[in-house]
């Protein structure tokens, strides 16, 4: 009976966040947070290997609830700035209304297009994103136009990607295999730097330009 509740609590936020509910942000964000994140996702694990330094510029992409963003914010300091990247306009919302509230002087919160992440031309140092790369579109166009356009010149980007290990990304398909992730931003332009075996449900590759 315990695993037909926990299967009910995490496919009904899942399918009113697919079908677009509108006002639905608490929904939503336990959708994409689930039970106990914390224990399995490492987060300030993630955060230290990032190697992360004071004032830099970050974009969350995919920020969802904020779950990464305001440990991002910490990580760089007042001098430094987080954009929360998402393309949900509940999301976008909840996360204004957090960082107000909270009165976060360097979170700033966009609202993004499938293929754009409007971001600040050549700003960014690090391009952080967690279980959103599955669904990007045309992946390898998508992160060229980033490294174009939106990375600094010493600018890296972080994927934390569900591999397939949990029942949950094996059912709904929310997952990408790692050589998948390397061949597609390999073709972007980028060349794999680190590959770290912290999360057991995900893969966590950081990429640099190539050149």
Same mark, same amino acid.
């Given at each position: 009976?315990?695993?037909?509740?926990?299967?009910?609590?995490?496919?009904?936020?899942?399918?009113?966040?697919?079908?677009?509910?509108?006002?639905?942000?608490?929904?939503?964000?336990?959708?994409?947070?689930?039970?106990?994140?914390?224990?399995?996702?490492?987060? &300030?694990? $993630?955060?230290? =290997?990032?190697?992360?330094?004071?004032? @830099?510029? *970050? /974009?969350?992409?995919?920020?969802?609830? %904020?779950?990464?963003?305001?440990?991002?914010?910490?990580?760089v300091g007042d001098?430094?700035?987080?954009?929360?990247?998402?393309?949900?306009? &509940?999301? $976008?919302?909840? =996360?204004?209304?957090?960082?107000?509230? @909270?009165? *976060? /002087?360097?979170?700033?919160?966009?609202? %993004?297009?499938?293929?754009?992440?409007?971001?600040?031309?050549?700003?960014?140092?690090?391009?952080?994103?967690?279980?959103?790369?599955?669904?990007?579109?045309?992946?390898?166009?998508?992160?060229?136009?980033?490294? @174009?356009?939106?990375?600094?010149?010493?600018?890296?980007?972080?994927?934390?990607?569900?591999?397939?290990?949990?029942?949950?990304?094996?059912?709904?398909?929310?997952?990408?295999?790692?050589?998948?992730?390397?061949?597609?931003?390999?073709?972007?332009?980028?060349?794999?730097v680190e590959d770290?075996?912290?999360?057991?449900?995900?893969?966590?590759?950081?990429?640099?330009?190539?050149?």
């Amino acid at each position: 009976m315990r695993s037909r509740v926990l299967l009910v609590a995490w496919v009904a936020p899942l399918l009113l966040a697919s079908a677009g509910c509108t006002g639905c942000a608490g929904w939503k964000r336990f959708a994409y947070e689930g039970f106990n994140r914390d224990a399995w996702q490492r987060p &300030d694990e $993630v955060i230290a =290997l990032l190697g992360l330094r004071e004032g @830099e510029q *970050v /974009a969350d992409l995919g920020a969802g609830g %904020g779950y990464f963003t305001f440990r991002l914010a910490d990580a760089v300091g007042d001098a430094g700035r987080v954009y929360a990247v998402d393309i949900d306009d &509940d999301m $976008v919302a909840y =996360l204004k209304q957090r960082v107000a509230r @909270e009165r *976060v /002087a360097n979170v700033e919160v966009v609202r %993004g297009e499938p293929g754009d992440p409007m971001l600040p031309d050549g700003r960014i140092d690090l391009l952080f994103t967690s279980n959103t790369y599955h669904h990007i579109q045309d992946r390898s166009a998508y992160f060229r136009r980033v490294l @174009e356009r939106d990375l600094s010149p010493d600018g890296r980007v972080a994927i934390l990607e569900l591999n397939g290990h949990s029942w949950f990304s094996r059912s709904f398909g929310h997952m990408t295999p790692k050589q998948t992730i390397v061949d597609e931003m390999t073709a972007a332009g980028y060349r794999q730097v680190e590959d770290f075996e912290l999360v057991d449900r995900q893969d966590f590759l950081v990429f640099a330009p190539a050149d």
